[in-house]
């Protein structure tokens, strides 16, 4: 199976920065798009950012022009990098990726706590 492991949550005042990393393990033979989902309390869980393993990107209208994603493809690692952070922002963000083991499926970090604070 493929094991997510998400880290760099934490609390940041208004318009500070933080960087979240993924990290995927396990016996995935391939990693196609991996992206960053998050969920504020009593709110659905949203999209935030998406990459392929070619680097083609998407971003929440939300965060365009403050957030950026990455990856590594050799180490498996992804990023976001948040800069420019709002109250608004504030959630359990998680890592997912699509991934074939013995056919293609999706997995889903434990989630990592994002708080910002006004």
């Known amino acids: 199976q493929v094991q997510l492991v998400e880290s760099g949550g934490g609390l940041v005042q208004a318009g500070g920065s933080l960087r979240l990393s993924c990290a995927a393990s396990g016996s995935m033979l391939s990693i196609n798009a991996m992206g960053w989902y998050r969920q504020a309390p009593g709110k659905q869980r949203e999209l935030v950012a998406t990459i392929t393993s070619r680097g083609s990107i998407n971003y929440a209208d939300s965060v365009k022009g403050r957030f950026t994603i990455s990856r590594d493809n050799a180490k498996n690692t992804m990023y976001l990098q948040m800069n420019s952070l709002k109250p608004e922002d504030t959630a359990v963000y998680y890592c997912?990726?699509?991934?074939?083991?013995?056919?293609?499926?999706?997995?889903w970090g434990q989630g990592t706590q994002v708080t910002v604070s006004s």
């Open positions: 997912n990726c699509n991934a074939y083991v013995t056919g293609w499926g999706h997995y």
